[in-house]
């Protein structure tokens, strides 16, 4: 003890020198950097970089560096698990982030129940994860899919919506998210009713055999939780049919985001409503205007993507809760998470002791033309934050 | 299911089959002559999507002048890949030609990600070709009818011209024997050469006409192989016929068995490849191996 007193006076007097000697803290981080997934995975890890960047530039954690170990987990569960698995007992990380598929977030949450390492979700969404499989290691920084379809089901509400046809992909976010919005329909749209559920299959491409049923079902809303690729290729698929001049279209899954709209442009449809972690013209923070020009600086461009902020809060999370506990033992930094409150680009976050979930919340609202851009914006962009 | 809706499922089975089979036709077309199962022919189709994106919204070149620079890049890239690499391979154990064309898939792969980089992209529809036509009972999208002539047309340009020419006839001796059609003084080396080139363009092709219906994705190479390895089986290898009728098969089952059979539409072009394979293991059109 007294050896180590002294080692830690010594690290203090030579602080360069110490940093040196010290053993990094280890970060593990999994995002998928190839394929499909890769379109959210590779700006997730570019918030994540920038955030190790920033701490390792103020010293590091408890003084030692940081190092971040990054994997791809090529949006696929079982390439996840064996991977993770190897980051603890190989590369022996302290603590590991990311996940974007619920899918793979539930199967990181399985290792590191099994290997007693703390695991915080930044982007998975299932409510699994914080409800039937919470264990003492796992914590979220995303939303979940229960606070998601709350707001889905408010909005079907506020649009006095009746007629609702559902979509949503054949996998755990999609089911959970279904789940979501039906459990909480009743409470702010007693009169909707969902005349048609459709379930496509994560990564389809081809939505030819849905388009006619949702089109002849005569349906005043859709609610949908079909994101990125899919959504732009439903719109590809539906919109030359007019589909999209009779129905109110609510979504999860971040169809308001920059990158969509910044993509589809001029092809962007009317009438959509839907969410957004981040937008890089709009803050909820007075910290997010740095945040945003840092990330604008590394990603070399104004218009940055949404996902980066989930990479950047994860980092920001453990890092917090390594210098609260001042250790890296997993049961000490679990407990240092619950409760534990920080600052962020969108606002001061808490992790509930007991669910283990922060209380990020998204921005909401309809995609509006803008006269002098190409692409659309949220206009107003509402934040919505859980109580 | 009304008149309409049977309709508008019908048009939709025949234009994804037709564009299916423009990709597909190219697999085939190169297994037929060269005997290599090629496992970058789905990359050869992620790369025409995104070369038409890049001419099309970098450079502002309207949409055919991409589909023509795809196949054109695409027929390059095959000839460089053909005369520098895979020429050693003919002749060789099966097991090294897959896996040369599974290390292409990783290589353009990361090629891809290089140029590209992860983001995701989409191409607009041709001018003219992104409305619809309203035939009364039924509405039908411009660019699947336009699929839908494309399909046939390409179809009939490769049926002339393997079944009607002298260079068609020439290709189709190198694949019944090729040391005889050496021996008679035919340079078999550059009809390979041009077989994999055209087949490869092919795929070019198919996913330049794919990429205004779809968004274009790292990973977009992944189901469109194993789709067109189905519809190559249903079809019998090595014929062009058989894989358009591959095609068709594989379009209405999808689009039918997905609207009735939702829960089965990850299994169903599966189930189709496996009922074929039972009751004729040679493909609808394809003729048994002899040995």
């Known amino acids: 003890m007294k050896y180590s007193v002294m080692l830690a006076a010594l690290g203090v007097l030579g602080a360069g020198t110490a940093l040196a000697q010290q053993p990094p803290i280890k970060i593990g981080v999994l995002y998928p950097l190839t394929g499909g997934g890769a379109v959210y995975g590779v700006p997730a890890m570019t918030g994540h970089q920038l955030a190790v960047e920033e701490l390792n530039a103020k010293g590091g954690m408890m003084g030692r560096k940081i190092e971040s170990v990054e994997r791809d987990d090529k949006l696929n569960p079982a390439t ?148 990125g690729p899919h959504f732009v290729s439903w719109v590809k698929q539906a919109a030359p049919l007019g589909f999209f001049s009779k129905i109110k279209w609510i979504s999860g899954g971040e169809i308001g985001s920059h990158e969509i709209a910044g993509e589809l442009k001029g092809d962007y449809p009317d009438n959509v409503i839907s969410n957004t972690y981040e937008l890089w013209y709009t803050s909820n923070d007075p910290s997010h205007k740095e945040f945003q020009a840092r990330l604008a600086k590394k990603l070399n461009t104004q218009e940055t993507p949404q996902w980066a902020v989930l990479g950047y809060i994860g980092v920001m999370y453990a890092a917090a809760a390594i210098e609260k506990a001042q250790s890296t033992d997993p049961d000490k930094v679990s407990a240092a998470l619950e409760g534990l409150s920080i600052g962020t680009p969108v606002g001061k976050l808490t992790i509930d002791a007991k669910s283990h979930q922060a209380n990020i919340g998204q921005f909401w609202g309809p995609m509006v033309k803008k006269p002098d851009r190409a692409y659309r914006m949220m206009e107003p962009a509402e934040y919505i934050q859980p109580k | 299911m009304t008149l309409t809706m049977f309709t508008l499922n019908a048009f939709y089975g025949l234009a994804l089959a037709m564009n299916m089979f423009i990709i597909a036709s190219g697999l085939n077309l190169i297994f037929g002559v060269l005997r290599v199962i090629n496992f970058a022919h789905g990359m050869f189709y992620m790369f025409g999507a995104y070369i038409v994106f890049t001419v099309t919204k970098s450079w502002g070149a309207p949409f055919f002048v991409g589909v023509l620079a795809a196949a054109a890049s695409l027929a390059v890239i095959a000839l460089v890949i ?94 019944q024997d090729r040391e005889m059609l050496a021996a008679l003084g035919v340079n078999v080396p550059m009809v390979y050469a ?41 079809g019998g290898l090595g014929n062009l016929w058989g894989s358009f009728l591959g095609a068709l098969a594989f379009g209405f089952v999808v689009q039918f068995g997905t609207v009735w059979a939702p829960n089965w539409q990850d299994v169903l072009p599966y189930l189709l490849m496996l009922v074929v394979l039972i009751i004729r293991p040679w493909g609808l059109l394809g003729r048994p191996e002899s040995t």
């Not at chain 1, 749209?189 to 496509?200: N, R, S």
């Open chain 2, 82 to 175: 053909e005369r520098l690499m895979l020429k050693h391979l003919y002749g060789k154990e099966h097991l090294m030609q897959l896996l040369f064309t599974f290390a292409l898939v990783l290589l353009m792969s990361d090629a891809a990600k290089m140029i590209w980089g992860t983001d995701q992209y989409s191409v607009g529809y041709p001018q003219g070709l992104g409305g619809a036509v309203n035939l009364g009972f039924v509405v039908l999208p411009q660019y699947q009818l336009f699929l839908c002539v494309v399909g046939p047309l390409i179809a009939l340009a490769m049926w002339l011209v393997v079944d009607r020419t002298r260079w068609g006839r020439i290709v189709r001796a190198a694949t």
């Open chain 1, 80 to 227: 996840a698990s064996s991977t993770m698995k190897e980051l603890i007992t190989k590369d022996k990380v302290d603590i590991v982030l990311g996940g974007l598929a619920s899918s793979v977030g539930l199967a990181m949450s399985e290792v590191s129940k099994q290997e007693k390492v703390v695991y915080i979700s930044t982007i998975p969404k299932s409510i699994q994860i914080t409800t039937d499989k919470l264990h003492k290691y796992v914590f979220r920084t995303a939303a979940n899919t229960d606070q998601e379809g709350d707001t889905m089901a408010m909005l079907v509400g506020k649009n006095k919506l009746t007629k609702l046809c559902h979509l949503e992909l054949d996998y755990a976010y999609g089911n959970d998210l279904e789940a979501g919005i039906l459990k909480a329909l009743p409470k702010y749209a007693p009169d909707a009713k969902v005349v048609l559920t459709l379930k496509p299959k994560l990564g389809a491409t081809d939505f030819n055999p849905f388009i006619p049923q949702v089109m002849s079902a005569g349906c005043d809303g859709v609610i949908s939780g079909l994101w």
């Open chain 2, 194 to 234: 041009a077989v994999f080139t055209i087949g490869s363009a092919l795929a070019g092709v198919g996913g330049a006409l794919a990429a205004p219906r779809v968004a274009l994705v790292p990973g977009m190479d992944a189901t469109i192989i194993n789709e067109c390895f189905i519809i190559v089986i249903i």
